[in-house]
């Protein structure tokens, strides 16, 4: 079936929104490479049978399974894919001054936060204006793409975040996992942790993405929102953080920790608990003892919302429309449910956006069941309407949480300062 795409105006590029992808561009999660690009530049609007692909995935060569996945999708199309892979942040800037140039490429695959500024400049087609179907996204997950109630992608995969545990640290502490179900019983345990002589919990409060992406579920799990940095939910979950270190549950080495940091942290055997994310399933395996998972606690119970991270799939604009259909097919194709699982499997894992994809893949591997779990209670860090104001916003709340952990603000000063730049910053 044929698909009448508009060629929507491009508004022009601002160095404003070059200077947020840099913010929403940080590695934040181990899927995400910070290594330099390979390939070299693709060039666009190839010929009718050579397609243009970029992806955030230069640690994976020509030779490795995800690159022949590409490529079989290509096939599957008819065509042949010149595939280009940078880092994070150089994806979403080049494909900035692609669209500048008119030379976008067919697909790009892209972190999440960063289709809405893509998406803003009017370089995006809409997933109805390509004829995708997406009813069968989980809501949540599709959302981060969604920009004026118009979505622009597709999400490849999610990841996200919860509690991986010791075994062995717990049980000689006393600590039952199951127990832990809301912030209290949480603060309880590693008090239990520390008296038993171990190190209660670790996470990374960085300055940068990764400090707002971790600090997130505790955030939400209040009740707040990042429209109202300052609000008393938000303060509460600041100070659950800075208690946390006054008590001594968690050391001082959280101020600077990445999540790379925290999880080499955690493999040393000394904590009961690291904040972390499914990417750290295969190595959490291969621990020199037990671990397992638990949900990331509401301040009052239930599942805190914690930030998807993962790709998109979108589809630039082209002056030659006529190449649509072929890209709408090598879409198509990657998103499938078998092609949904094929990705978990390949990344070890990203959770499939759909039911039927998330059933596929606990049908191979069972274990991950509390990985959908927590996926299927994410948001996306833009889904609130933020838009393109969610770096702006995010690097507020970083910077909150740097200035109460290191003491140089009390949470509610930090926090109250944070809601002030964020809206200087912001339309």
């Given at each position: 079936?044929?698909?009448?795409?508009?060629?929507?105006?491009?508004?022009?590029?601002?160095?404003?929104?070059?200077?947020?992808?840099?913010?929403?561009?940080?590695?934040?999660?181990?899927?995400?490479?910070?290594?330099?690009?390979?390939?070299?530049?693709?060039?666009?609007?190839?010929?009718?049978?050579?397609?243009?692909?970029?992806?955030?995935?230069?640690?994976?060569?020509?030779?490795?399974?995800?690159?022949?996945?590409?490529?079989?999708?290509?096939?599957?199309?008819?065509v042949t894919i010149e595939r280009t892979a940078y880092d994070t942040t150089a994806l979403t800037n080049q494909a900035l001054l692609a669209a500048q140039e008119g030379a976008s490429p067919d697909v790009i695959l892209?972190?999440?936060?960063?289709?809405?500024?893509?998406?803003?400049?009017?370089?995006?087609?809409?997933?109805?204006?390509?004829?995708?179907?997406?009813?069968?996204?989980?809501?949540?997950?599709?959302?981060?793409?969604?920009?004026?109630?118009?979505?622009?992608?597709?999400?490849?995969?999610?990841?996200?975040?919860?509690?991986?545990?010791?075994?062995?640290?717990?049980?000689?502490?006393?600590?039952?996992?199951?127990?832990?179900?809301?912030?209290?019983?949480?603060?309880?345990?590693?008090?239990?942790?520390?008296?038993?002589?171990?190190?209660?919990?670790?996470?990374?409060?960085?300055?940068?993405?990764?400090?707002?992406?971790?600090?997130?579920?505790?955030?939400?799990?209040?009740?707040?929102?990042?429209?109202?940095?300052?609000?008393?939910?938000?303060?509460?979950?600041?100070?659950?953080?800075?208690?946390?270190?006054?008590?001594g549950y968690a050391p001082n080495s959280v101020i600077n920790n990445s999540q790379n940091t925290t999880w080499e942290e955690f493999l040393t055997g000394d904590f009961g608990f690291v904040e972390n994310g499914t990417?750290?399933?295969?190595?959490?395996?291969?621990?020199?003892?037990?671990?397992?998972?638990?949900?990331?606690?509401?301040?009052?119970?239930?599942?805190?919302?914690?930030?998807?991270?993962?790709?998109?799939?979108?589809?630039?604009?082209?002056?030659?429309?006529?190449?649509?259909?072929?890209?709408?097919?090598?879409?198509?194709?990657?998103?499938?449910?078998?092609?949904?699982?094929?990705?978990?499997?390949?990344?070890?894992?990203?959770?499939?956006?759909?039911?039927?994809?998330?059933?596929?893949?606990?049908?191979?591997?069972?274990?991950?069941?509390?990985?959908?779990?927590?996926?299927?209670?994410?948001?996306?860090?833009?889904?609130?309407?933020?838009?393109?104001?969610?770096?702006?916003?995010?690097?507020?709340?970083?910077?909150?949480?740097?200035?109460?952990?290191?003491?140089?603000?009390?949470?509610?000063?930090?926090?109250?300062?944070?809601?002030?730049?964020?809206?200087?910053?912001?339309?």
């Amino acid at each position: 079936m044929q698909h009448t795409v508009r060629h929507p105006r491009r508004k022009p590029t601002t160095l404003a929104a070059a200077a947020a992808l840099a913010l929403v561009g940080v590695g934040v999660l181990g899927a995400c490479s910070s290594g330099g690009g390979a390939g070299g530049p693709g060039a666009s609007g190839g010929s009718d049978d050579t397609y243009t692909w970029w992806d955030p995935y230069p640690q994976h060569d020509a030779s490795s399974d995800w690159a022949g996945r590409v490529q079989a999708c290509g096939e599957e199309a008819g065509v042949t894919i010149e595939r280009t892979a940078y880092d994070t942040t150089a994806l979403t800037n080049q494909a900035l001054l692609a669209a500048q140039e008119g030379a976008s490429p067919d697909v790009i695959l892209l972190d999440n936060p960063a289709v809405s500024t893509l998406a803003d400049t009017g370089m995006l087609t809409t997933v109805e204006e390509f004829g995708l179907d997406t009813s069968a996204i989980d809501q949540n997950l599709l959302d981060a793409g969604v920009v004026d109630g118009a979505a622009y992608g597709i999400p490849i995969g999610a990841n996200t975040l919860s509690l991986y545990y010791n075994a062995e640290v717990l049980a000689d502490a006393g600590v039952d996992p199951e127990s832990i179900g809301d912030w209290d019983s949480l603060t309880a345990a590693l008090k239990k942790v520390t008296e038993a002589g171990h190190k209660g919990i670790t996470f990374a409060g960085i300055g940068t993405e990764e400090g707002s992406f971790q600090f997130l579920p505790w955030f939400w799990g209040a009740g707040a929102d990042l429209t109202d940095l300052d609000s008393p939910e938000a303060v509460e979950a600041l100070e659950l953080w800075t208690g946390w270190l006054d008590k001594g549950y968690a050391p001082n080495s959280v101020i600077n920790n990445s999540q790379n940091t925290t999880w080499e942290e955690f493999l040393t055997g000394d904590f009961g608990f690291v904040e972390n994310g499914t990417w750290q399933v295969n190595s959490a395996a291969d621990a020199g003892f037990e671990t397992g998972i638990v949900q990331l606690p509401g301040k009052d119970g239930g599942v805190a919302p914690a930030p998807t991270g993962g790709e998109f799939i979108v589809a630039p604009v082209q002056e030659d429309t006529d190449r649509y259909e072929t890209t709408r097919a090598i879409v198509e194709c990657m998103t499938t449910p078998e092609g949904f699982v094929e990705t978990a499997n390949t990344f070890a894992y990203y959770i499939p956006p759909t039911q039927d994809g998330q059933t596929a893949l606990l049908e191979e591997s069972p274990e991950l069941e509390p990985w959908v779990e927590a996926v299927n209670s994410a948001k996306g860090r833009t889904s609130d309407g933020l838009g393109t104001d969610y770096p702006v916003i995010s690097e507020a709340l970083w910077t909150a949480v740097q200035n109460a952990l290191s003491g140089a603000a009390s949470p509610a000063d930090a926090l109250a300062t944070a809601q002030a730049d964020a809206e200087s910053g912001t339309h």
